[in-house]
């Protein structure tokens, strides 16, 4: 049969990202996708419904206006340092749009998110990796000088390794690098610091994060880009239209405008994960000192793959990671404490005995 359709070279020869599993039938208890456990904010969930009730034929507003003037008071700036976006990811598609084009090049870290190389390829662009050290620092190769470079992603907490650059080497990267940077704080309110004072010093880092982890909202998609304004009146001209819906807006601002849910879903969190990464050591395990809602772990003679193949058959879920020149390893959401109870009393079955 003729093919009726030609996509573009670089579209026809990329694999395309692929989401972590989102199991349909069955009860499963899911720590591979790095969601909050918990419902999020009751202020948010009732500023969704009366969103919906007010009726939503007209479309919204294409700024977020009430989102960022609630998250500018939150984070002391200016609203017009803040850009609005559908999840996160949506606000890497807008930077590397507005920064790479064709035939150019963008740099990442590895292992990291691997969207990263994903956009990169849908632009036609080259994606250049530079890896991690042993220890999960960079070094200076990261910000070395090259004539196609265009955009430098960083993100800070990493995944898998849930490791934490601090906001005093990300400002030495990027005064050396040839181009903007922009540092993904996705899981940054589960770290112990952050980068965002680093916008007002540097012009060409951009932060963004997102409303899915910490604020419980990764089924609304919701996330913000914090830059200088000059920057955000350029990613402005090439985001959709409408890239926010009316109910994620009203979610977000009430979320944001939550902090005291925040901090006390951060408190628990925290708690869940130390003593799941204490408890992965006592089995055996290598776990890095996690700045994430997450757990990175990696042994030396239990096989990773099979045992994410075998909790899979008990109904939990976890991610399997794979790295050419790396430990392969298994990223372990912090779920409940119930969940994270019932996932190591099975692990530890199905280990081998020592």
Not at 36 to 51: G, T
Not at 85 to 91: E, F, H, I
Request: proline share 6%.
């Amino acid at each position: 049969m003729t093919q009726s359709f030609k996509a573009r070279p670089s579209i026809a020869r990329m694999r395309g990202y692929v989401p972590g599993e989102q199991p349909r039938g069955g009860k499963f208890i899911k720590l591979n996708t790095n969601e909050n456990p918990y419902p999020p904010s009751p202020a948010a969930i009732r500023a969704i419904e009366a969103a919906a009730t007010q009726g939503l034929q007209r479309y919204p507003d294409p700024l977020a206006t009430v989102f960022r003037e609630r998250a500018a008071d939150v984070f002391g700036i200016d609203p017009d340092w803040i850009l609005c976006g559908n999840g996160s990811d949506d606000l890497l598609t807008i930077v590397t749009r507005t920064f790479v084009g064709e035939g150019e090049c963008l740099r990442y870290p590895r292992p990291s998110y691997v969207l990263y190389s994903t956009l990169a390829e849908i632009q036609g662009a080259a994606a250049e990796s530079v890896d991690f050290r042993p220890d999960w620092t960079l070094s200076p190769e990261f910000s070395s000088s090259s004539d196609n470079l265009r955009l430098g992603f960083l993100a800070n907490p990493n995944s898998p390794s849930g490791t934490c650059l601090s906001p005093e080497e990300v400002l030495r990267l990027a005064e050396r690098l040839p181009c903007p940077l922009l540092v993904d704080e996705a899981y940054v309110d589960f770290a112990e610091t952050n980068c965002l004072d680093l916008v007002r010093q540097n012009e060409r880092i951009m932060v963004s994060r997102s409303l899915s982890k910490s604020y419980a909202l990764a089924g609304l998609r919701f996330g913000f880009l914090v830059a200088q304004p000059q920057v955000i009146v350029e990613l402005s001209k090439v985001k959709d239209s409408y890239n926010c819906d009316a109910l994620s807006i009203a979610g977000a601002t009430a979320a944001i405008g939550d902090q005291a849910w925040l901090a006390e879903n951060r408190r628990k969190i925290l708690h869940t994960r130390s003593r799941l990464a204490e408890k992965l050591g006592s089995f055996g395990f290598q776990v890095t000192d996690s700045q994430a809602n997450f757990v990175w772990a990696t042994h030396d003679t239990a096989s990773a793959h099979t045992l994410y193949e075998r909790l899979k058959e008990k109904h939990i879920l976890v991610r399997y990671m794979s790295y050419t020149g790396w430990q392969e390893g298994l990223r372990v959401s912090v779920g409940t404490d119930e969940q994270i109870d019932a996932f190591l009393h099975i692990l530890q079955s199905l280990l081998p005995a020592t």
